[in-house]
């Protein structure tokens, strides 16, 4: 007879949560699940999934002007925001529906309340009282960001508000330069919302190519996003209906929202890691090992909170691995290098692998194959839009470090293209592929030339 009252309990009902508890207990273990929300975390609730429905429903604006040269006639469409918000809503409710069925048909017992560590072994479910587990698993996942230096920050919203809004702006500001502020300013600019995206930086996407982080800013311009980059917001004022925004420089810009999408922080407050002695890193994300283990030995880590790589399939591969080795006694690690990761913005993102300024720092000499056109799609109705491709190559061994995509079905493309990478792909092999005819992604398979920029430079 065990002397705790269960074998795992698991903080947080996210997909690196929800994986490992239900691996856990098909084991046979018992198993408890505490949530203080809706059981699917940010990317069932707040974040991915109702994200990309909001990408998918802004971008038939662009469908409808492009079939129209097709020989289609359309008939003033009109986008109605509430029905889809309606649609939204009962889509992500049944999604978590399936999440606490699928806990409870594992035999995993849920909880509804936030959880508390009162030491390492011991947790205190609101609502519910303390119980003990031998062993305890944080996936508490990560909470929008906003800044502490903007007077009237009060005034504005987050990711998280933004899937709620009881109608649609007419203008709308978004703060930030990462993959949620690049989305978001898409998805409102593709709904009509005169979008103006402000970044402090010198450009968009932090942490992607160079080429990428260029192309994306200079389509998403073509595309009617106005982009002001090296601003910063120094206070919001409400005004009438509106909100005034004045920066540092001096300026100000009028719009009916103003939306921060700064980055996420690890959510860690109000868990008592210190009455159990889990460490953070200096980042404020919980420290962990190669197997998510944290400084207390029987608490482990999954998931954004702790800051690895913040993707979704991420976390649940962590998830996975920590039962695996738990609770099968297959001692397994998640593997970190050569993650692929999309941007749905519009274009859309795909990268898998090294950017080139990374490559270079690292490896030394390398070849760079890149290529700039116009989608076959657009031939007729004569878009200015442009897809991007890039291969970053070691030059000694050849082998195929990076591939960076920009353009309609990007995301799809990187998914196939993160295989080859992370088998070992040479440029030789890469180049044997026979090309599918007509495809945008015929075009990765035949750059036979490296890249010889004008200024000689890249």
């Known amino acids: 007879m065990s002397k705790f009252d269960y074998d795992l309990f698991v903080i947080g009902a996210g997909s690196g949560g929800v994986r490992a508890a239900r691996m856990a207990a098909l084991s046979g273990a018992k198993v408890a699940v505490a949530e203080e929300h809706r059981v699917g975390g940010t990317c069932v609730i707040r974040g991915c999934v109702p994200k990309k429905f909001m990408v998918y429903a802004s971008e038939f604006a662009h469908h409808f002007k492009t079939a129209k040269a097709y020989g289609w006639s359309l008939d003033n469409p009109r986008f109605d925001w509430a029905a889809f918000i309606a649609q939204k809503d009962m889509e992500i409710a049944r999604l978590s529906g399936i999440y606490v069925a699928n806990l409870r048909n594992a035999g995993a017992e849920l909880m509804h309340g936030k959880a508390r560590l009162i030491d390492g072994h011991a947790v205190e479910v609101e609502g519910r009282g303390v119980v003990s587990a031998e062993r305890i698993l944080i996936a508490t996942g990560g909470r929008p960001a906003a800044p502490d230096d903007v007077a009237g920050v009060d005034l504005s919203i987050t990711s998280n508000e933004a899937f709620h809004l009881p109608a649609l702006p007419k203008r709308i500001v978004i703060v930030g330069g990462g993959y949620i502020a690049v989305e978001f300013a898409g998805i409102f600019n593709g709904f009509g919302v005169d979008t103006t995206l402000v970044h402090r930086g010198e450009n968009l996407l932090r942490g992607f190519d160079d080429h990428v982080r260029t192309h994306v800013a200079e389509e998403m311009e073509k595309c009617g996003v106005k982009i002001q980059l090296g601003r910063k917001h120094a206070r919001l004022e409400q005004s009438g209906d509106g909100i005034i925004s004045t920066f540092i420089d001096g300026g100000t810009l009028s719009s009916d929202v103003v939306m921060f999408a700064v980055g996420r922080r690890p959510y860690v407050e109000g868990l008592g890691l210190e009455a159990a002695g889990v460490a953070l890193n200096p980042g404020g994300a919980i420290k962990v090992d190669d197997y998510s283990r944290t400084s207390t030995p029987n608490i482990w880590a999954v998931g954004d909170v702790t800051d690895r790589i913040n993707l979704t399939p991420v976390a649940i591969r962590e998830g996975a691995a920590f039962a695996e080795t738990e609770f099968y006694g297959r ?128």
């Open 331 to 458: 001692p397994t690690r998640f593997d970190h290098e050569m993650v692929a990761s999309a941007v749905f913005s519009q274009p859309p993102v795909g990268a898998v692998g090294m950017t080139e300024a990374e490559a270079r720092s690292a490896l030394g000499k390398v070849d760079i194959y890149f290529t700039r056109f116009r989608p076959m799609k657009y031939a007729f109705s004569g878009e200015a839009e442009r897809c991007m491709m890039k291969l970053v190559v070691e030059n000694s061994s050849q082998l195929i470090v990076g591939c960076h995509v920009v353009g309609p079905d990007a995301p799809e493309m990187i998914q196939m293209a993160a295989i080859a990478l992370k088998m070992g792909v040479t440029k030789a092999q890469w180049d044997s592929t026979c090309a599918v005819h007509p495809t945008l992604a015929e075009e990765l398979v035949t750059m036979r030339e490296p890249y010889a920029p004008a200024d000689g430079v890249g």
